[in-house]
């Protein structure tokens, strides 16, 4: 079972771009998440995916979007790109029959913003 | 919203002794509290995780309390090793579809052989 695996590990943009984030859940689950985390902090919820339909976000601006395809895969977009966007994004997978517990996460995508 | 507190921030152990770090929680309505630790360059990997009707959860060298009443939750590491050398993260949700974890700011521990 090969978890939850994302792409790319790394990425470094500039200010104003666009960037796509992609993330295969872990073999069985359906629901996945996407967090934000910022050096020396916890991480942050963006939003969730079940049915290839966000169903809960978090406190982040329309400039973050996401898609979940229906093999369950998912993808996070954030457009015009920030300084304060530089940080490890996170992406979560979880069982709908857990409702919200065990949640697996992936080693993220490192962001850079210049 | 749910708002997680954790103390201490950094926490420096000999190997062989306990660590045990805490949080708080703000929302009453929460029931489902998971304990993360993550490596440099990792994600988070769940170790252990309670639930709001059950007050201590042992693992091997590891157990869980929570104070309903109080709000607050343990996590209890014994006989540490240098391989428990890492950033540990509380979190609290509400155990229901669609809910999402509320993470505490970590706590970095540090265990010297």
């Known amino acids: 079972d090969a978890g939850v695996t994302q792409s790319p590990t790394h990425l470094i943009k500039t200010r104003g771009q666009q960037v796509t984030l992609r993330c295969s859940p872990k073999?069985?689950?359906?629901?996945v998440s996407w967090y934000q985390q910022a050096l020396g902090q916890g991480p942050q919820f963006i939003f969730q995916?079940?049915?290839?339909?966000?169903?809960q976000r978090g406190n982040f601006p329309d400039r973050f979007s996401g898609h979940q395809f229906p093999n369950y895969s998912s993808e996070l977009n954030v457009n015009a790109l920030l300084l304060g966007d530089s940080a490890l994004y996170l992406c979560?997978?979880?069982?709908?029959?857990?409702?919200?517990?065990?949640?697996?996460f992936g080693s993220g995508t490192q962001l850079s913003v210049l | 919203g749910e708002n997680v507190e954790q103390h201490p921030s950094t926490l420096s152990v000999q190997e062989g002794d306990s660590a045990v770090i805490k949080c708080t929680y703000s929302?009453?309505?929460?029931?489902?509290f998971p304990w993360y630790k993550q490596e440099l360059g990792k994600g988070p990997q769940l170790i252990i995780d309670?639930?709001?009707?059950?007050g201590e959860k042992k693992d091997q060298r590891i157990a869980v309390t929570l104070n309903k009443t109080a709000k607050h939750f343990s996590l209890h590491i014994t006989e540490t090793q240098p391989e428990d050398s890492a950033v540990y993260f509380c979190?609290?949700?509400?155990?229901?579809?669609?809910?999402?974890?509320?993470f505490g700011k970590g706590t970095t521990l540090s265990v010297s052989s």
């Open positions: 929302d009453s309505a929460s029931n489902y």
């Open positions: 309670i639930r709001s009707n059950v």
């Open positions: 979190a609290a949700s509400k155990n229901q579809a669609g809910t999402a974890l509320i």
């Open positions: 073999s069985g689950h359906d629901t």
């Open positions: 979560a997978s979880s069982p709908e029959a857990a409702r919200g517990e065990k949640l697996f």
């Open positions: 995916y079940y049915e290839e339909e966000e169903r």
